[in-house]
């Protein structure tokens, strides 16, 4: 990678590229916030970027890794990974329609719950609402 690609700069601060980031990082996966820190970058990384990582990731573990066995389950794009998400998880609904928000004035319009054994930003699953308004 070209010296010119490896520290960027914002408002005159320079910055490593978030795919050198990342290939650090990629050595301790098991380090509080690593993983979470590759889910939120690849997805705002461009194609060049993830390519780079992919290609540095194969190389330096030939063996694999766990980021690019994820890669390649969703090689077909954003819609396939979307599918299998879908597919696999249990759905949990532990709010169901018509019950009141534990913390607002806020009665649920809709099933509302989070796909079982997955993790979001917040650290809770991935939230689902289920039904329909109409």
Sequence with gaps: MPITKAIL????????????????????????????????????????????????????????????????????????????LIAKPEIVIDRPKGTKHPRFDFIYPLDYGYLKDTTSHDGGGIDVWRGSLS
Excluded at 25 to 31: C, G, I, L, N, Q
Excluded at 48 to 76: F, I
């Design 9 to 84: 700069t914002w408002n005159g601060i320079p910055y490593l590229a978030t795919e050198l980031v990342l290939l650090y990082k990629s050595t301790d996966t098991e380090h509080e916030g690593y993983q979470l820190d590759y889910d939120f970058a690849k997805a705002e990384m461009s194609v060049e970027q993830r390519g780079w990582l992919q290609a540095a990731l194969k190389t330096m573990n030939s063996s694999g890794h766990k980021w690019l066995e994820k890669n390649v389950l969703h090689k077909d794009g954003f819609w396939s990974a979307v599918d299998t």
